[in-house]
């Protein structure tokens, strides 16, 4: 989950950008303030990114593979608390809490559906499908890493009478 943390910084610091953008797009209005007509700028000038649906079928397809990722954290911590290790991203109570480790996994994907909708809304649709491209690869990554970890094994102290 440190992971998640490091992707919500970045999130955060990428939506730092957007007052950037409205600066820009307030300079507009400003053009016409000698009261002439202003001619739309030329189709060469202003060709504007075509917009699409937040749902497209490339989102769709990303947002699967965040679910999938987050999925396959979720087996691969469980596989790995079973070997005898340690969470060290959240605690393991948390992670030992099936149920609540299952919502939090799920409340992580919405996180990143949310933000992917965040940056949708505010024209930055590169970043918004960067965001789950990035999530599917730190959390497979860690997935990988979990089923890779070697097994604990704790030695166990047996007295004979
Ligand atoms: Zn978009």
């Known amino acids: 989950m ?19 953008y409205s600066q820009e797009r307030s300079r507009a209005p400003a053009d ?16 504007l990114p075509i917009e699409h649906h937040f749902w497209d079928k490339e989102n769709d397809l990303l947002f699967a593979g965040v679910a999938a990722a987050r999925t396959l954290d979720y ?26 480790f299952a919502a939090i996994e799920a409340g992580a994907t919405g996180v990143s559906i949310g933000a992917s909708y965040i940056f949708h809304r505010y024209g930055h ?7 789950s491209i990035v999530h599917v690869g730190l959390a497979t990554t860690g997935a990988v890493r979990n089923y890779s970890l070697k097994t604990a094994h704790t030695a166990v102290a047996v ?3």
Not at 2 to 20: E, H, N, Q, V
Not at 37 to 46: A, D, E, R, W, Y
Not at 75 to 100: K, P, Y
Not at 125 to 131: A, D, Y
Request: charged fraction near 25%; aromatic fraction near 8%.
């Open 75 to 100: 087996f691969s911590t469980l596989n790995m608390r079973r070997r005898g290790r340690q969470e060290i991203f959240l605690t393991n109570d948390a992670v030992d809490n099936h149920a609540g």
């Open 2 to 20: 440190k992971r998640s943390i490091g992707f919500l910084t970045f999130l955060i610091f990428a939506c730092t950008a957007k007052p950037l």
């Open 159 to 161: 007295t004979r009478p």
């Open 32 to 47: 016409n303030i000698g009261g002439q007509p202003v001619q739309p700028k030329s189709s060469k000038t202003t060709i």
């Open 125 to 131: 649709h590169k970043l918004e499908r960067w965001t």
